[in-house]
């Protein structure tokens, strides 16, 4: 049994939480936030302690390993004091806002031995797996040219944070980073990135979007788009090889779709999944961190994984912030800077 | 009232030659007098699909006083050579995009056609395309707000022959399938591409001799961005040849076009995989009749000698150098 404290009872503090209930391996027994209501409303139904103070629970002999689900400026932060008091360290994605950050985390896990393991899901969503195991088995020859895409509407309130960019890194950071870091996986390390986008030009409305091309070591030539633009979040991604075509499209996959009478019924707080599915992605990649515990063995989506796929992210914001192709030698981008450069003002 | 009296030289483009073919048919006051093709095959079978005269040799049909205008089908490489021609015989031109392969071929093209008094216009089918026009009026209507990036895609399967052949076409996919997007990015937004980075390959056909991976990404002034997937990356079971999609972010809202989406399913057992039957005409009709009201009515083509120039020109951008942009190449 891994005791588990999940750090930030927001969206995906609850998230997590829900993970760690539905996991036998799994025991919620914290839950931290600086907001103390927050911390106790997420623990109220479990049998976790809650606390403002993250020491409280790192106090505790019995607390195996944290989740931090915390705005990622404290990411850093936050995993050293974890690592440091031995315990395994899950950290949500991004990693954090600069190269410097990420290795000093994955470096203290290192040195404090402690497994660590950042929340790169896509990895972990079943339709991404398969197609994985598609590519994998051969499936569709050569791969040639690929289009990844994850767009979702401007994060107004409830999500406060995410619109300050110099926090966030905008969708760059926040959403393509997926994109980049499952395509990473599929394909290998990156050749060299362009990209065009809005998170460094001012404009009246909230919106920030942005469309990379990027070329791939082994020669294939992806087109990613990111968007904080539309008017809810949908994904796709489809590659095109020699021998045919894999695709998917979240839009095209609804397994249960509910339409009410509006607006007699309500729907705020229901929360109905377009495709249900056994285990969430994130039980998925939960288990998968406590069986890397248990077992040692390696974890899919560690430091390094997740430092290389922020490189990638940085690189695209480097190219979109500078108009230049990005090169990369051995995976790792030559970058001006090694880090968000967000003193540019974006006018919302 | 006389008819007005069309030629058709080379049908080597043959979807698109017999698709116009149609249109002239359907235009009152309009008859297709003359087929020329050196590939006698082909001529006779379309000359005698379309009840008309075969002749091996184009300038015969050049010779003919009462043809007043032509339409050339022919490989790439082969336009200016054809259009000159028939500039030379005084006949207006319609001419299969793109252009031609070269920036100097183009502008030799226009050249002739200025000097002889006659009309030269490109096939830009999608800006007479039903859902393209929409799409322009809901951007200039306003739907939007200000647009700031688009994202393009004119994929395709791998069409046969000559169009994998660089001498004849002069490039692959990105030669074949960029113009499109080019000519609507201008002509919906009004700007120039003023800038082109291109990632090109050959990956989806072994043994290709030319490109089959173009993917773009194109500045224009005014600050709009957008992509361009341009690939011959459709399999051979997609179910249907390829098609021309454009989402255009604005400040206000994201309008999204598919325009091909006009089908219905079939999934007939023979085919082994389910296809896409379009149930509109596209916009070949609009562009035949628009080329004819320019000839009759003496007034300047809708799409131009210099349209299709400019549009070459983001083609032969995107091979120039492979992968900066390259404003310079498109703007001196
Ligand atoms: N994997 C994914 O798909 C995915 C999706 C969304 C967010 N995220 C990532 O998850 C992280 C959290 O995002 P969120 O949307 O859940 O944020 P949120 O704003 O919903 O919640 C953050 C919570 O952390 C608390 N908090 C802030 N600083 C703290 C600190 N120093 N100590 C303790 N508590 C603190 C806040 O009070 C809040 O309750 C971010 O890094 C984000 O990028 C990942």
Redesign the interface.
């Known amino acids: 049994m891994t005791n588990i404290a999940v750090v930030g009872a927001g969206t995906m503090g609850t998230m997590h939480a829900a993970s760690c209930r539905a996991l036998p391996g799994a025991t919620l027994a914290w839950v931290v936030d600086e907001d103390p209501e927050r911390a106790a409303s997420l623990a109220a139904p479990t049998t976790a302690r809650a606390t403002a103070d993250l020491a409280e629970a790192l106090a505790d002999p019995a607390l195996d390993a944290v989740i931090l689900a915390v705005p990622t400026p404290s990411h850093r932060a936050l995993t050293e004091r974890a690592a440091a008091a031995g315990k395994h360290v899950f950290c949500e994605k991004p990693i954090a806002l600069t190269l410097d950050d990420a290795r000093a985390m994955t470096a203290a896990c290192e040195r404090a031995g402690v497994r660590f393991m950042v929340g790169h899901v896509v990895r972990f969503f079943p339709e991404y797996a398969r197609i994985g195991a598609l590519l994998d088995a051969g499936s569709?020859g050569?791969?040639?040219?690929v289009?990844a895409s994850r767009v979702n509407a401007y994060p107004f309130v409830g999500r406060g944070w995410y619109s300050d960019f110099a926090w966030s890194g905008g969708p760059i950071l926040d959403m393509m980073i997926h994109d980049l870091d499952t395509l990473r996986w599929y394909f290998g390390e990156i050749a060299?990135v362009?990209?065009?986008?809005?998170s460094y030009?001012p404009?009246?409305?909230a919106?920030d979007?942005a469309?990379a091309?990027v070329?791939f070591a082994n020669?294939?030539?992806a087109?990613v788009?990111t968007?904080w633009?539309?008017?809810g979040f949908r994904t796709s991604i489809e590659i095109?090889?020699?021998?045919?075509?894999i695709r998917h499209a979240s839009d095209e996959t609804t397994s249960l779709r509910l339409e009410q009478t509006a607006p007699a019924a309500p729907v705020r707080g229901v929360n109905v999944p377009h495709s249900p599915l056994a285990e969430s992605p994130y039980q998925t990649e939960l288990r998968h961190f406590l069986d890397r515990i248990a077992d040692g063995g390696p974890i899919l989506t560690g430091g390094d994984e997740a430092t290389r796929s922020l490189a990638a992210a940085l690189a695209v914001l480097e190219s979109v912030r500078t108009?230049r192709?990005i090169p990369f030698t051995d995976g790792w981008p030559m970058l001006e800077s090694q880090g968000l450069v967000s003193d540019i003002p974006v006018t919302v | 009232m006389e008819p007005l009296r069309v030629g058709m030289i080379s049908f080597a483009h043959d979807g698109h030659a017999s698709s116009y073919a149609t249109c002239l048919g359907q235009i009152p006051g309009v008859e297709l007098v003359a087929i020329a093709d050196d590939d006698e095959a082909r001529g006779r079978k379309y000359a005698e699909r379309f009840s008309t005269v075969y002749y091996a040799a184009y300038h015969d049909l050049l010779a003919r006083d009462d043809i007043a205008a032509v339409i050339i089908c022919s490989e790439n490489a082969r336009h200016r050579e054809m259009v000159a021609a028939a500039a030379e015989a005084g006949k207006h031109i319609l001419c299969e995009k793109p252009l031609t392969t070269t920036r100097a071929d183009g502008e030799a093209m226009i050249a002739a056609c200025r000097a002889h008094g006659v009309k030269l216009q490109i096939a830009f089918p999608m800006r007479f395309s039903p859902p393209t026009i929409a799409l322009r009026e809901a951007v200039r209507g306003g739907a939007i707000g200000t647009p700031l990036m688009v994202k393009a895609t004119n994929p395709g399967r791998m069409p046969p022959g000559w169009f994998s052949d660089p001498a004849l076409a002069g490039g692959g996919a990105t030669m074949d399938h960029t113009v499109h997007v080019a000519d609507l990015l201008r002509w919906i937004f009004g700007h120039e591409i003023v800038s082109v980075y291109a990632e090109i390959d050959a990956r989806l056909h072994p043994g290709l001799p030319t490109d089959d991976i173009g993917l773009m990404l194109l500045g224009l002034d005014g600050g709009l961005s957008a992509s361009l997937d341009a690939s011959w990356s459709r399999a051979k079971t997609w179910p249907i040849w390829g098609g021309l999609t454009m989402e255009v972010i604005g400040e206000g809202g994201v309008l999204a076009l598919d325009a091909f989406n006009q089908n219905v399913q079939l999934f007939d057992d023979d085919a082994g995989h389910y296809s896409l039957v379009p149930y509109t005409g596209g916009g070949d009709p609009a562009l035949v009749r628009a080329f004819i009201d320019a000839v009759r009515d003496d007034t300047p083509p809708p799409v131009t000698g210099e349209d299709g120039l400019r549009a070459l020109e983001v083609a032969l951008c995107a091979y120039g150098h492979e992968p900066v942009s390259c404003p310079d190449a498109l703007l001196g």
């Open positions: 569709v050569e791969v040639g040219v289009r060299r362009y990209a065009r986008g809005l030009t404009h009246r409305a919106v979007y469309l091309i070329r020669g294939v030539v087109h788009e968007s633009a539309h008017s095109a090889g020699s021998g045919g075509i108009g192709a």
